[in-house]
């Protein structure tokens, strides 16, 4: 079945950069997104990538995915303490199972 | 555009009593889903609904059921409630069915049972 796991806490500076891991076990995903979630609120897309790509970039966002490993990777630049929030990995898995299989999260905590 | 609405935010029931929660999608999004968030489990889908037809449906027990309207707003109602039914309910609509699409988040229904 499927299975998504992240690192469960990362712990930066102000303005270095993170990043932040996704291993999965069902590669039959054609999209895989980050989200992010803040204290009390629900998941705000961030991005995602398709499958048959290896790297997105999206303003201070890069994502990578080693389609061969299973890995996905959010990097995050010039990290800012509003960044600090949980992120969600998930594998959006269309056709007849159309959900998306979250990762366990990752708490980031951005130090000023 | 205005964002995915939940109704209410917040909600207390006792055990055994039911609940409805309620999710207005995106203007022009065609699919919701629903997602259950817990601390021990993490985010795990309940069910989808597209056309006002149950697509998909997680593991979870029948005392949790949904439906969608025609203006594609959806509910979802869960019986007989018990105290592992406390969680953060989080509806996602979408312009179309499948997770190809991507989903919009709400700022979900924060439901305690005591």
Redesign the interface.
């Known amino acids: 079945g499927e299975d998504v796991e992240q690192s469960l806490f990362l712990s930066v500076r102000e303005g270095d950069s993170s990043v932040i891991n996704c291993t999965y076990t069902d590669s039959s995903s054609t999209y895989l997104y980050w989200y992010k979630q803040e204290p009390g609120a629900g998941l705000q897309l961030l991005t995602y990538i398709f499958s048959n790509m290896d790297m997105k970039q999206d303003q201070r966002l890069t994502v990578l995915l080693n389609k061969k490993d299973k890995h996905l990777s959010l990097r995050i630049a010039d990290t800012q303490t509003g960044d600090s929030a949980i992120y969600f990995c998930a594998g959006g898995y269309g056709g007849a199972t159309n959900k998306l299989i979250f990762g366990t999260g990752t708490l980031l905590a951005v130090q000023p | 555009k205005a964002g995915?609405t939940?109704t209410p935010r917040y909600l207390i029931k006792t055990r055994g009593q039911q609940v409805t929660l309620s999710c207005s999608p995106i203007s022009g999004h065609r699919?919701v889903?629903w997602?259950q968030q817990t601390p021990g489990q993490?985010?795990?889908?309940l069910f989808?609904y597209f056309s006002e037809t149950q697509?998909?449906k997680?593991n979870f027990p029948g005392r949790f059921s949904g439906r969608q309207f025609s203006n594609s707003r959806s509910e979802m109602n869960v019986s007989t409630l018990e105290l592992g039914d406390s969680a953060l309910y989080?509806c996602?609509s979408s312009l179309e069915?499948?997770?190809?699409y991507?989903?919009?988040?709400?700022?979900?229904t924060r439901l305690t049972v005591v």
């Open positions: 995915v939940q699919s889903s997602y993490g985010l795990q889908f989808e697509r998909n997680g989080l996602a069915e499948g997770a190809n991507g989903y919009t988040f709400g700022s979900g």
